[in-house]
């Protein structure tokens, strides 16, 4: 879930129509810079379909969710989707990507972009840890963590995740930062990270590279 932070609770307005779909091609240009055996698995698991909303998260699953016949979200719940820039809906197979959130309210052009499709990387990074993570690899989450890049670290640890979310969350934005260096152009595994947090990835994404 990118962007679960307490700081990320402020004010927000509606940013307009074409803010939001500018937001909207940014993610799809976000789907198509994902290697094809990678679109691949995400059609497989029911993880290629995603909205980008002006609305708080919480509402906007509760509300599908209930349309979904499923039961509603109780409102610690959806207080606490309100925080998330995006996130993954297994039940639902969608992704949700709020691009009104009061923490993109003031960003230039380019680090809103750069933040959308961070957001949509990590949720996709997220869909394939959940379904693709084995048991095992759950398990070792704390450990995993600690072999984790310190901002990565710190990061998950900071946003309060429980510990059968570490794993989940490591591969995730691990995920979103590899496809930043292969956008930038960079391919391989990366000097900051643990050669077990890389083969991990690798098996669970279908990284290639």
């Known amino acids: ?22 937001a909207r091609r940014i993610v799809d240009l976000a789907w198509r810079d994902l290697p094809g055996q990678h679109r691949l698995l995400l059609e497989n698991i029911g993880a290629s379909r995603w909205q980008v909303l002006d609305r708080p998260l919480g509402n906007s699953v509760n509300d599908l969710l209930i349309s979904a016949g499923y039961a509603q979200l109780l409102p610690a719940g959806r207080v606490s989707l309100d925080r998330a820039l995006g996130m993954w809906i297994e039940r639902l197979h969608l992704v949700l990507i709020d691009a009104g959130h009061s923490v993109l309210a003031d960003l230039d052009d380019q680090t809103f972009e750069l933040m959308l499709v961070r957001t949509a990387w990590h949720e996709w990074g997220h869909a ?33 995740y429980r510990r059968s979310e570490y794993t989940h969350e490591l591969i995730a934005e691990i995920y979103a930062l590899l496809m930043s260096r292969r956008r930038r152009g960079h391919t391989g595994q990366p000097p900051w990270l643990a050669d077990e947090i890389y083969r991990l990835v690798r098996r669970v994404s279908g990284w290639s590279e």
């Open 128 to 160: 394939l840890s959940v379904v693709r993570a084995e048991h095992d690899d759950v398990a070792a989450g704390e450990r995993l963590l600690d072999l984790a890049p310190d901002g990565v670290r710190e990061f998950i640890r900071r946003a309060g």
């Open 1 to 22: 879930m990118a962007g679960d932070d307490d700081s990320m609770r402020l004010a927000r307005g509606p940013i307009g129509e074409r803010r939001l779909e500018r």
